[in-house]
């Protein structure tokens, strides 16, 4: 079946350092990628996505490019900014008509100034 | 402003009584689903609909059941054979054929004691 798999947490980062979060799946056919950030007692937001092979994601200076050649969809950031402290989950949609999303477990990102 | 609403916020139960949270959408949205939230976990499929009066379970429906009488509402109800829920819930819904189409509610916490 389906599966996500992200770096485990919690990483903590100074303000204006860079962040990776790591990202890999398993799925069958070709997926639509995504990232999602959930900020304390909140639901979730899309972050960014990528529906093909080498598209690249990108919001509020967020990056993730879908790499089928290593299954995977790292999320980057040049810069971050205290208010990115939050919890980002990496998340994928295989075909099919459910439209199902599994996610992976998250990870929590504090940022500190 | 369309979007999904979920009540109450916060919610506390004693142990062996079913307790029903709400779900409801005003985004003319035909899938909707819930989630339920772990520390740790990551986000896991509990049940779906794609379509009034049908749904499917999920990877982890024993425990709960739902019911889907109208487009707008999909309502969750948490019986006492679920053995641990106390967990943040979460409710979805999708336009269908967009890849960015689901739109998440901000969740309740349910504490059972």
Known sequence: GDS???????VTLSEEAFLTINCTYTA???PSLFWYVQYPGEGLQLLLKA???DDKGSNKGFEAT?????????LEKGSVQVSDSAVYFCALRSGGSNYKLTFGKGTLLTVNP | DGGITQSPKYLFRKEGQNVTLSCEQNLNHDAMYWYRQDPGQGLRLIYYSQIVNDFQKGDIAEGYSVSREK?????????SAQKNPTAFYLCASYRGQHPEGYTFGSGTRLTVV
């Open chain 2, 71 to 79: 487009k707008e509402s999909f309502p969750l109800t948490v019986t």
């Open chain 1, 66 to 74: 879908y790499r089928k050649e290593t299954t995977s969809f790292h």
């Open chain 1, 28 to 30: 069958t056919g070709y």
């Open chain 1, 51 to 53: 529906t093909k092979a």
């Open chain 1, 4 to 10: 996500v798999t992200q770096m485990e947490g919690p």
